[in-house]
T-cell receptor
């Protein structure tokens, strides 16, 4: 039982490049989310999904896309990287928001130069 | 939407003393309140949670209290140890909704 697996752990991008952050969970959780963590800002929700085929925007969705074709996978796409997207990204999953807390992935530290 | 405020942003205590972190929320429909601990360079991990039908919950040296009327909840750590040093986040959620996190409290336990 691996929990929530994120790849890569570290990434450096040039401004304008695109990339996909991968997230997979093996706990059959319906809810999955992407957060970014910046100093002094806590965890801010980018996008979330309540089940396969269903996604919605969070607080800071601009510049990011998501899809949820299976229960297990929830990739985050950066369309055209900008220095403001330099951050630590966490994927998280839960059976439902009030049935238990999130299980977080180990994070991806992204630097955009 | 929900707004969760967390105080203080930093907290230093002597080893063995107690630490208290407070959060307030705005949406009276929120009914689940987890707390997370994040050590440096690590992922946040759930340490304790409370639901709105309970006023207090304890787990060894940590406890959480909830005041629904005032819409605030608190984390209490007793007999603090150096390994308690971390950033702590509170959160609030309601059925069908996502978690809203506080901005975190950096706790330092001084040996």
């Amino acid at each position: 039982n691996a929990g929530v697996t994120q790849t890569p752990k570290f990434q450096v991008l040039k401004t304008g490049q695109s990339m996909t952050l991968q997230c997979a969970q093996d706990m059959n959780h319906e809810y999955m989310s992407w957060y970014r963590q910046d100093p002094g800002m806590g965890l801010r929700l980018i996008h979330y999904s309540v089940g396969a085929g269903i996604t919605d925007q969070g607080e800071v969705p601009n510049g990011y896309n998501v899809s949820r074709s299976t229960t297990e996978d929830f990739p985050l796409r950066l369309l055209s990287a900008a220095p403001s997207q330099t951050s630590v990204y966490f994927c998280a999953s839960t059976p439902a928001p009030t049935s238990g807390g999130y299980t977080f992935g180990s994070g991806t530290r992204l630097t955009v130069v | 939407g929900e707004n969760v405020e967390q105080h203080p942003s930093t907290l230093s205590v002597q080893e063995g003393d107690s630490a208290v972190i407070k959060c307030t929320y705005s949406d009276s429909a929120s009914n689940y309140f987890p707390w997370y601990k994040q050590e440096l360079g690590k992922r946040p991990q759930l340490i304790i949670d409370i639901r709105s039908n309970v006023g207090e919950k304890k787990d060894q040296r940590i406890a959480v209290t909830l005041n629904k009327t005032a819409k605030h909840f608190s984390l209490h750590i007793t007999e603090t140890q150096p390994e308690d040093s971390a950033v702590y986040f509170c959160a609030a959620s309601k059925p069908g909704n996502q978690f809203y996190f506080g901005t975190g409290t950096s706790l330092t336990v001084i040996p």
